[in-house]
Structures are given as structure tokens and as C-alpha cells.
Nanobody
Framework: QVQLVESGGGLVQAGDSLRLSCAVSGRTFSTYAMGWFRQAPGKEREFVATIRWSGGSTYYANSVKGRFTISRDNAKSMVYLQMNSLKPEDTAVYYC???????????????????????WGQGTQVTVSS
């Protein structure tokens, strides 16, 4: 079994910061690329950030670039999303996801589609007030 559990969401004011955490259990964490997605009411699930298996390469949606930082700690089987300068439009349920490493991927490849991921957490609510 593979289980992902998010935590760290909450209610904050615009300009504040939050750090989301995702604990992964059940398999070898280092064999998964990790991603963060979010979904607001009435909206499609959208890509936020991803980090490759090595932990050294990251990719971000334009809407969060420069404000959010994804990181991972393979020793602790944890992935994080540091969110700074939060805006009301960041309000959403945030999900962490894991993608299996089934082959060698090109260095320019980053999974940004939700269908590319194999495992999902239940989500954590982030609400940003004006």
C-alpha cells in the first residue's frame, strides 16, 4: 500500500505564508517523483509544482513561480510546499501526488498532468482572505 497524507493547511491573510507537508509511506520514497496540485470550488484541478526523483530539479506553474517552493526529504519520506506571499486566488484544496519511476526519463521531462500520477493524498484546505 502507498499512502499520502497532507497537512499544514489553514486560514491566513493575504501576504502570509504556509508550509504544507506530505508524508508518504508504503514504498521506497526515492523511486517517486512528487507533485502538488490544487483545486478550487467549481474549478479544474491544476498543477502547482513537481520535484524529480533526485530532489534537485523542480518545475512550477507560472501562477506560483517565485512564491512557492517544493522540496523533499527522502530520508524522512516527506515532501513540502512552502507558500509565501499568498493571494486570495491561492485558495483551494491542495493535494500531493506521487508518480512511479518506471523508466529513465529525459532531464527536460516534468509531469504536470494529474493523469500522470499514480497515488494521491486526501487534500488539505488552504484559505487566503483579503
Amino acid at each position: 500500500q502507498v499512502q499520502l497524507v497532507e497537512s499544514g493547511g489553514g486560514l491566513v491573510q493575504a501576504g502570509d505564508s504556509l508550509r504544507l507537508s506530505c508524508a508518504v509511506s508504503g514504498r521506497t520514497f526515492s523511486t517517486y517523483a512528487m507533485g502538488w496540485f490544487r483545486q478550487a470550488p467549481g474549478k479544474e484541478r491544476e498543477f502547482v509544482a513537481t520535484i524529480r526523483w533526485s530532489g534537485g530539479s523542480t518545475y512550477y506553474a507560472n501562477s506560483v513561480k517565485g512564491r512557492f517552493t517544493i522540496s523533499r526529504d527522502n530520508a524522512k519520506s516527506m515532501v513540502y510546499l512552502q507558500m509565501n506571499s499568498l493571494k486570495p486566488e491561492d485558495t483551494a484544496v491542495y493535494y500531493c501526488a506521487a508518480k512511479k519511476k518506471t523508466r529513465t526519463y529525459a532531464s527536460t521531462y516534468y509531469p504536470t498532468g494529474f493523469v500522470e500520477y499514480d497515488y494521491w493524498g486526501q487534500g488539505t484546505q488552504v484559505t487566503v482572505s483579503s
